[in-house]
């Protein structure tokens, strides 16, 4: 890697930095614009005004937007996660279990769909047109074009309601089998690869199609080059890295696919908490969860873009 | 129909079937939305049917939902909602994002480096996550939830329109115009603006699209339109308990979004090509 | 002599926007013997591509062969399946595409793509083909040749790019080589150093080739035959001798005649007493990129140049590929702020930016770009194109204007009609014509012509400068001609200033350029045109000290 890639990757690690300060800084204020005193609630409609008062001071609820801001960016870095107002619970503990049981998912998923999506995404390039290629676009539009939830309860009617192979709702906590645990992230997993594979498919046909059309590629085939070589030694390199690229992308897709399908399979990740912490208004809670997705978020959409960067051959 | 079919090509216009179903997919579910009041065949409130979750029959088209309301009433007049809220976010979104990106094109410099940076920031936010937070904060109402979508869908139109602009800015004839003396509100409204109209629309829709589909998913969490109205979200978390029995409930709302959703792709990945034919003239 | 090259009544398909399928290549037919090269030569759209590539069985997406016999060695490559085709390519027929940096392959080393033909056929051992290779290397004069191969293709310059393209191509011993303009995009100093290894390694070697070009002039060089064609049909066909000398068809008297644009010879100011120059542009520098600690922008394209331009007269500024000519254009017009110097027309004063200059002096300088369909916007009809300057710079009521809009239309020779137009549906050369139109609607004294007519085939481009000279007469204009073409500039300039990296280096008479005298890097210039003449390659020497200092190879 020569200097000149060096700063551009540097460069764009800055920005995601800069970026992520601009993201804690909204959903702060965000969050501040939560409606009723917090220390009212907390303590009750019962409390004395005195008492009010003093969980105020005690929980710097008085001192200027700008300093708490300052003060929760700062506990952050620390790892101190704040505690939760519902419960009282130290943050870092109750997003601790549910990080993981997402990533979990996550992870099943990823492992799922990206080989497929790939082999769809990069065979429908090479034969773009055919019967095999518009069939695959139609359903890949199709499937971005309805909400995440259709897909779920369509997975449910289909596996659950009519075959009555799956169970309709996912108790991660109750796993003791390698069975069990098929049968209960099947469906989550299902519904989130489906959504992601689109994104997916499409994005990696759209890569390689653009390879395709290269003036080099018309050059190997005037060479006499078979469609094979001309596709693994002339496109796929060339398509390498807008097709990882495409995969960082629409593994970000994941974050908000999640907190439907959380939602509706009742999984115990940290979406369900997240989308639960919103109920309850437990405003630290709320600001951590969304600190963890907006992280995700931009760690795999940076990487989508060093990718970019490192795999253009001219910069080699 | 058929005067209809005939006319576009009459005009240089080429329109293939799929795009036409689009359109008029998408002409009436608006008709719907506009209309709905007259439509509907029961109160959308009343309980009609002493059976929940009953099936499709012949008095209740679409069967009827969890308390045993009319399940068409409610997916007529939910259609007024969905499209509604949508259109209103989605015309706020690319009015401001195409406003603002042609203006940093032209303008360049500073303000464009600080406002691509701020907006790309909040693109950075999922935006299920956003929409979550700010309703959640401030509660749930049609200006709130119109204001979040447009807010949301604001960068992703910046951006789009910003890349447009800058393509177009760089062309010699807007050179010449400048070159001539012109000012930045006349290389905006007179240069720019009617060459990047185009994509601008088309990229409207698609936007349109994700609004739909956030909008369903913040009101199927619960986030979105509130009860006792309910747009077509709402419908299916209203109904989820009918999803064990396969009732209609569930997933006919699903399926209309779906069809509004589809067609506006259909529409924009078909649109009306103006039939070019250097080699006639 | 067998044919090796035997095209009868061939027609090719291609589907417009209508879905409507138009012959673009109408019953061509001639022959190519063993060891002949045959030139294509025709204007855009003339089929020329087209053609040559039907020679390897190939069609670019949406077209196809519709008729007719491509036989190439006994086998109609018309006919062929696609398997055998890939047979044939490489091994019987290769090609050298117009642009070498497009047509390698970023991800792979240089020699890997240079011996892959050997490798899809199975030709030879990978070692014998590295030394093959090597050798023609050294044939077609490349710097470096052990090193080079060992590069990725944007580390190596153009004129070496387009050069490895041919040791690609022949490295698998075709019997039939097709060039598709290989030097168009080359500057002239160095189409030189490529034309030379091309006509080198063919001739040895005896090849059979087909070389399609525009240019007349490089045709002449390399070509024992030439095909004229236009509109996708068979103009004439002929020996270079004949076609130079003794062109039968109109159409191919009107190419020969629009290579010999006569030499401009200075006009004699009428007056002799000493006028104050028009525009007097001092000490100008620009450049491009952030502006360094030292005050002067990152990349310097423009440094302390002086130009005077006299009323009524013509500068013309020539100089190759990045030197400088047109960014001088941009900092003259305001367009990129010079970061140094002054511009004076009529004894004022310009403001560096066009934004701070008053508009009566914006309107006495007008500029043309290369791109006529750039500089035109699509959206607008060509009326609301004229109008927007009258409006702009004379305030005129909607009546004058379109009167004005027609007299316009009247100096540049178009139809009224097409005003109602708009500027897709133009010619190029006529939109060229409505961008001049456009810049005399501000009545200028002063027109920057940037490289107006490179971008033209060549009989417009003749058509555009007589235009120029005609409308000179009668408004008493002075044009900036910038342009890499030297032959352009003799036909309309009074001065030549020459640029090179930045730099004026000389600024001189039409009639002296290249002269004994002059600078070098002129003379190089100069001697490195190609000339209708046959043998000029042959007898042209030029001094290879000059060549490696000026010329970026």
């Known amino acids: 890697m020569n200097r000149h890639v060096l700063m551009l990757v540097v460069n764009r690690l800055i920005i995601a930095v800069i970026t992520l300060l601009i993201v804690s800084f909204t959903v702060f204020a965000a969050t501040e614009m939560l409606p009723g005193d917090v220390a009212q609630i907390l303590l009750g409609q019962a409390a004395t005004a005195e008492a009010v008062a003093g969980l105020r001071t005690a929980m710097h609820l008085d001192d200027p937007a700008i300093v708490r801001f300052a003060r929760w960016l700062a506990g952050l870095a620390s790892g101190d996660l704040g505690t939760s107002y519902a419960n009282n619970l130290p943050i870092a503990d109750l997003i601790g279990p549910r990080f993981l049981s997402s990533m979990k998912l996550a992870a099943a998923t990823a492992v799922f769909s990206v080989p497929i999506a790939l082999f769809l995404g990069i065979t429908a390039a090479i034969l773009r047109g055919t019967l095999f290629d518009r069939v695959v676009t139609a359903v890949t539009i199709g499937v971005i074009s309805v909400p995440e939830f259709m897909v779920a309860t369509s997975a449910v009617l289909i596996f659950a309601v009519y075959l009555q192979w799956l169970p309709a709702l996912a108790f991660a906590n109750e796993v003791h089998s390698f069975g069990e645990l098929l049968r209960v992230f099947a469906m989550p ?41 001309i596709v693994l030694k002339h496109a796929l390199p060339n398509a390498l890295g807008p097709i990882v690229n495409a995969v960082a992308l629409s593994l970000s897709y994941l974050l908000g696919g999640v907190i439907i399908v959380e939602t509706i399979f009742n999984y115990p990740g940290i979406a369900k908490l997240m989308v639960d912490a919103v109920a309850t208004r437990d405003l630290p809670l709320i600001q951590t969860c969304s600190m963890v997705f907006c992280l995700g978020y931009l760690l795999l959409i940076t990487i989508a873009d060093i990718i970019a960067i490192l795999s253009n051959p001219r910069l080699r | 129909m058929a005067r209809f079919a005939l006319s576009p090509r009459r005009l240089g216009y080429r329109f293939n079937a799929v795009g036409m179903i689009g ?219 009918g999803l064990p029995f396969g009732a209609p409930a569930v997933m006919v709302p699903s399926l209309a979004i779906a069809s509004l959703t589809i067609s506006v792709n259909m529409l924009i990945d078909n649109l009306p090509v103006k039939i070019r034919d250097r080699s006639n003239g | ?424 549906e133009l010619s190029g050369g006529q939109k060229q014509r409505i961008n001049l139109a456009r810049a005399l609607a501000a009545d200028p004294k002063v027109i920057l012509c940037d490289e107006i007519t490179s971008a033209l085939d060549t009989v417009v481009a003749a058509a555009i400068i007589d235009l120029l000279k005609e409308l000179q007469r009668e408004l008493g204009l002075s044009y900036i001609f910038i342009s890499h073409d030297l032959s352009v500039v003799q036909a309309i300039c009074d001065e030549i200033a020459v640029m090179y990296a930045g730099e004026k280096i000389e600024q001189i008479e039409p009639a002296a350029f290249g002269a004994a005298g002059g600078h070098p890097y002129s003379r190089l210039l100069h001697s490195s045109v190609p000339q209708l003449n046959p043998c000029w390659l042959d007898a042209l020497e030029q001094d290879p000290e000059l060549v490696n200092a000026f010329s970026k190879r």
Request: hydrophobic share 45%.
């Open chain 3, 1 to 424: 002599m067998t044919n090796l090259v035997e095209i009868r009544n061939l027609r090719v398909q291609a589907k417009t926007d209508a879905d409507r399928t138009v012959d673009i290549i109408r019953d061509v037919s001639f022959d190519i013997a063993e060891g002949e090269i045959v030139a294509l030569i025709g204007e855009s759209g003339s089929g020329k591509t087209t053609i040559a590539l039907t020679l390897m069985g190939h069609t670019r997406p949406g077209c196809r062969i519709s008729g007719g016999s491509v036989l190439l060695g006994g086998r109609d490559m018309a006919a062929l399946p696609q398997k055998a085709l890939a047979r044939l390519r490489g091994t019987e027929v290769a090609y050298v595409p117009q642009s070498a940096a497009a047509a390698f392959n970023p991800a792979q080393t240089i020699m890997d793509q240079v011996i892959e033909i050997v490798r899809i056929h199975g030709l030879m051992s990978t070692e014998a083909a590295r030394a093959k290779a090597l050798s023609l290397f050294r044939a077609l004069a490349l710097p470096d040749p052990d090193g080079i191969g060992a590069r990725y293709p944007h580390q190596v310059s153009g004129g070496q790019l387009q050069r490895l393209s041919a040791a690609m191509a022949l490295i698998g011993d075709p019997r039939l080589v097709i060039f598709d303009e290989p030097t168009t995009a080359l500057d002239v100093t160095t189409q030189i150093e490529v034309l030379r290894a091309f006509k080198s390694v063919m001739k040895t070697g005896g090849l059979t080739g087909v070389y399609v070009s525009h240019d007349l002039a490089v045709v002449a060089q390399i070509a024992d035959r030439i095909v004229v064609l236009k509109g996708g049909e068979v103009q004439e066909i002929g020996t270079t001798a004949q076609i130079l000398e003794h062109p039968a068809h109109p159409y191919t008297q009107q190419l020969v005649a629009a290579f010999k644009p006569a030499t401009r010879s200075k006009t004699v100011a009428v007056d002799t007493v000493k006028r104050q120059p028009l525009l007097e542009v001092r000490t100008l520098s620009a450049g491009y990129g952030p502006i360094q600690p030292n005050g002067r922008p990152l990349a310097m394209a423009v440094n302390a140049v002086d130009i005077t331009l006299e009323h009524g007269q013509n500068l013309g500024i020539i100089g190759e590929s990045g030197c400088g000519k047109s960014t001088l254009a941009r900092a003259i017009a305001g367009i990129l702020p010079p970061t140094d110097g002054h511009i004076l027309l009529d004894g004022r004063e310009l403001a560096p930016s066009a934004r701070n200059r008053q508009r009566e002096d914006l309107r006495k300088l007008q500029i043309v770009f290369q791109f006529a369909d750039a500089a035109l916007n699509p959206s607008k009809s060509i009326d609301d194109i004229l109008a927007r300057p009258l409006g702009f710079y004379h305030s005129m009521s909607k009546r004058d204007r379109d009167q004005r809009i027609d007299q316009l239309l009247d100096m540049v020779h178009l139809p009224r009609t097409v005003k109602f137009r708009r500027p897709s």
């Open chain 2, 23 to 241: 359109l008029s997919v998408i002409v009436f579910w608006a008709t719907v939305a506009v209309f709905a009041p007259l439509l509907i065949p029961y109160p959308i409130g009343d309980i009609v049917d002493y059976d929940y979750f009953g099936p499709m029959s012949a008095q209740f088209l679409l069967g009827t939902d969890y308390l045993g309301r009319d399940m068409l009433s409610r997916i007529l007049m939910g259609a007024r909602y969905t499209v509604g809220i949508s259109l209103a976010a989605v015309a706020l979104a690319c009015f401001s994002g195409v406003a603002l990106g042609m203006s940093a094109a032209v303008a360049g410099g500073w303000f464009d480096a600080i406002l691509s940076r701020f907006l790309d920031a909040l693109n950075s936010i999922p935006s299920k996550l956003f929409g979550l937070v700010v309703v959640a904060a401030v509660g749930s109402s049609m200006p709130v939830l119109v204001l979040t979508l447009a807010v949301i869908y604001t960068p992703g139109s910046y951006r789009f329109a910003r890349a447009l602009a800058v393509n177009i800015n760089s062309m010699d004839f807007v050179t010449v115009a400048r070159a001539r003396g012109e000012k930045t509100l006349y290389l905006i409204g007179s240069e720019i603006l009617p060459n990047i109209l185009g994509p601008v629309l088309a990229d409207l829709g698609l936007r349109f699209v994700f609004i739909v589909l956030l909008l369903s998913g913040l009101s199927f969490l619960g986030l979105g339109v509130q009860p006792p109205n309910a747009d077509w979200g709402a419908l299916v978390r209203e109904n989820i308990g």
């Open chain 1, 189 to 229: 997993v299902i519904t989130l690869s489906f959504v992601i594979s689109a994104q997916m498919i499409r994005m990696t046909r759209a890569a390689v199609i653009e390879t395709l059309n290269t003036p080099y590629i018309e050059m190997a085939l005037l060479k006499g080059a078979s469609r094979r070589r």
